[in-house]
């Protein structure tokens, strides 16, 4: 069976410090893939990045960074120097490539970036 | 480029009447198509998938279904809303070719309160 775990419910950090975003996933699948998104007070769900299973690379985009690790099963999300526009809502979610067409998601961390 | 559009963004209605709302995809053909609900706890629940006209997967049992009429509308129904269909329901969809690599991209969400 697939899962996804976002153990942290809520953060709340202060304008400028770093934080990081849990992502734990459970398959036994060897292809699949891991996706991160935003979802902002207005609702929409925003697609921020994807890694395959094959690739371990970590990946930094802006102040985005993301730490894939198959030995742990993690798939973590750091925002270095948040912002306001920061907060949010973050959903991680897995996919099968068997399958191809089910998409599991965590339930979400809430993150509050306070000024 | 390709667009989703949902609508309507908020609905209010009461117990009893029954729901239609709608989502269509432009700019690809043959998508994968999903309705997802979003109930106040913040975790998302697949209701329905399509992987093409009139082919229906139903996920969770309930008195919502959901349609696809044409390549690139879903509709999701209800004959008579129980106050428990209350939620945030988002519409969204992947591509059906190629590996599964494909993220999902989500609608704006439609807002609904059965009152």
């Known amino acids: 069976a697939q899962k996804v775990t976002q153990a942290q419910t809520e953060i709340s950090v202060v304008e400028k410090e770093d934080v990081t975003l849990d992502c734990v996933y459970e398959?036994?699948?060897?292809?699949?893939?891991l996706f991160w998104y935003k979802q902002p007070p207005s609702g929409e769900l925003v697609f921020l990045i994807r890694?395959?299973?094959?690739?371990?690379q970590n990946e930094i985009s802006g102040r985005y960074s993301w730490n894939f690790q198959k030995s742990t099963s993690s798939f973590n999300f750091t925002i270095t120097a948040s912002q306001v526009v920061d907060s949010a809502v973050y959903f991680c979610a897995l996919k099968i490539d068997r399958t191809g067409n089910q998409f599991y998601f965590g339930t979400g961390t809430s993150l509050t970036v306070i000024p | 480029s390709q667009t989703i559009h949902q609508w309507p963004a908020t609905l209010v209605q009461p117990v009893g009447s029954p729901l239609s709302l709608e989502c269509t995809v432009e700019?690809?053909?043959?998508?994968?198509l999903y309705w997802y609900r979003q109930a106040a706890g913040r975790g998302l629940q697949l209701l329905f998938y399509s992987v093409g006209i009139g082919q229906i997967s139903s996920e969770v049992p309930q008195n919502l279904s959901a349609s696809r009429p044409q390549d690139r509308q879903f509709i999701l129904s209800s004959k008579k809303l129980l106050l428990s269909d209350s939620g945030f329901y988002l519409c969204?969809?992947?591509?059906?070719?190629?590996?599964?690599?494909?993220?999902?991209?989500f609608g704006n969400g439609t807002r609904l309160t059965v009152t």
């Open positions: 969204a969809w992947s591509v059906t070719r190629g590996p599964g690599r494909s993220p999902l991209h």
């Open positions: 398959t036994r699948d060897t292809t699949y893939y």
């Open positions: 700019g690809t053909s043959n998508p994968n």
């Open positions: 890694r395959n299973s094959f690739d371990e």
